[in-house]
């Protein structure tokens, strides 16, 4: 039996009259380990154990629950290294094959919450009174009024340094009145949606995944769940719901301060005055291209609030995983948002193009 602290601090000063010991007791195959009483456990003492039993887990022995974590790892570490050590020819074909199966099982587990979340819009077209208007208000604010800040920044420099090196090219060509063309088309078909659902993306789909995901670390979602309440209803829905009414206002925000912004650069590098620019803007840029770029807001804030609740629920309850499944869920809703911008440029490329 091994009892007591088994932590640096306590095997500091009797390591060296341990080792020999412990590799004595060991020489026994068919001895009984009984970790049981052992206090406190961490990396080094394990170590010092798992050293003595040859570098691999002695089939009789008894733990802590909490002390299974130590031990699992170091199974993982050693099995890691020995499968690691002759090289695979065909390690290519594997990887791409785990990477597949890993991406299909995140658009099976994408499908069934959606699915989900589309039965309680249909519950809730049949029943308003549980429509949960306090959650989705709230999330409108968070996601919404919040980041008008940092997208009315970045969208004013984009529109000043896309103007700036576009009459820098039109000025050679003697072609200064384009740049509203220029600005009109690409801020609001194109730059005005994407900077904001990049923006939202990575400010309000990182925070919803926070917070789904300490919810799942302090197991809120755990008794939500024992208790009857349905998560989709109370946590998923008013997310997707208000990210789908916020991002349109938030991009005709964008789009408007980043045309300030490109006015303000063409007005001093042009001689392009804030009165032709307005005047001509309507002629230049035609309304398709408004509602298209509206209904890009409306489609990339429901597919990130998607993913940035999947990652979230996906999350397990330690802290590694919470940083993990936030920084993920970033990447895959930025990843999301471009490959969607594409299909719509493809679908749409004869619209609002004169």
């Keep these: 039996m091994v009892s007591g602290a088994w932590n640096l601090r306590g095997l500091e000063s009797r390591l060296c009259d341990l080792n020999p010991r412990l590799a004595e007791y060991a ?4 001895a009984a380990w009984d970790l049981s009483e052992v206090e406190v456990l961490d990396h080094a003492g394990a170590m010092v154990l798992w050293r003595a039993w040859g570098r691999r887990r002695t089939p009789t022995l008894t733990l802590r ?3 299974e974590g130590v031990f699992r790892h170091l199974d ?9 050590a002759p090289a695979d020819p065909l390690w290519f074909v594997v990887a791409v094959g785990r990477k597949t199966l890993g991406l299909l099982e995140h658009l099976t587990a994408v499908t069934i919450v959606l699915g989900q979340v589309v039965l309680d819009a249909l519950h ?5 009174k549980g429509i949960p208007w306090r959650e989705i208000s709230s999330n409108v604010y968070r996601t919404g009024t919040q980041a008008l800040g940092i997208t009315a920044l970045v969208g004013f420099l984009v529109g000043v340094v896309l103007s700036y090196l ?5 000025r050679v060509f003697g072609a200064d009145a384009f740049i509203v063309n220029i600005l009109g088309i690409s801020v609001v078909r194109e730059l005005g949606p994407v900077l904001a659902a990049i923006l939202i993306a990575g400010r309000s789909g990182s925070a919803i995944t926070a917070q789904l995901g300490v919810m799942r670390v302090t197991q809120e979602l755990d008794a939500m769940e024992v208790m009857g309440i349905p998560q989709t209803l109370r946590l998923i829905l008013p997310k997707m719901l208000a990210l789908a009414i916020s991002m349109p206002l938030i991009v005709l925000w964008t789009n408007a301060i980043a045309l300030i912004g490109g006015m303000t650069s063409a007005q001093f590098e042009l001689g392009i005055g804030y009165t032709y620019f307005l005047a001509t803007l309507p002629d230049a840029v035609p309304i398709a291209n408004l509602w298209l770029g509206l209904g890009k807001g409306v ?3 429901f597919l990130i609030a998607l993913v940035a609740c999947h990652f979230g629920l996906r999350i397990e309850p330690n802290t590694e995983s919470l940083g993990i ?10 990843t999301v948002v471009i490959i969607v911008d594409a299909i719509f440029a493809i679908m749409f490329k004869d619209i609002g193009i004169s």
Aim: aromatic share 2%.
């Design 299 to 301: 489609v990339f804030g």
């Design 65 to 67: 629950p909490e002390h």
């Design 166 to 170: 576009s009459a820098q090219q039109l």
């Design 76 to 84: 993982i570490s050693k099995e890691a290294s020995v499968k690691g």
């Design 27 to 30: 020489l026994d195959t068919g």
């Design 124 to 128: 809730l077209l049949r029943d308003p």
């Design 325 to 334: 499944g936030t920084t993920t869920s970033v990447v895959t809703s930025i």
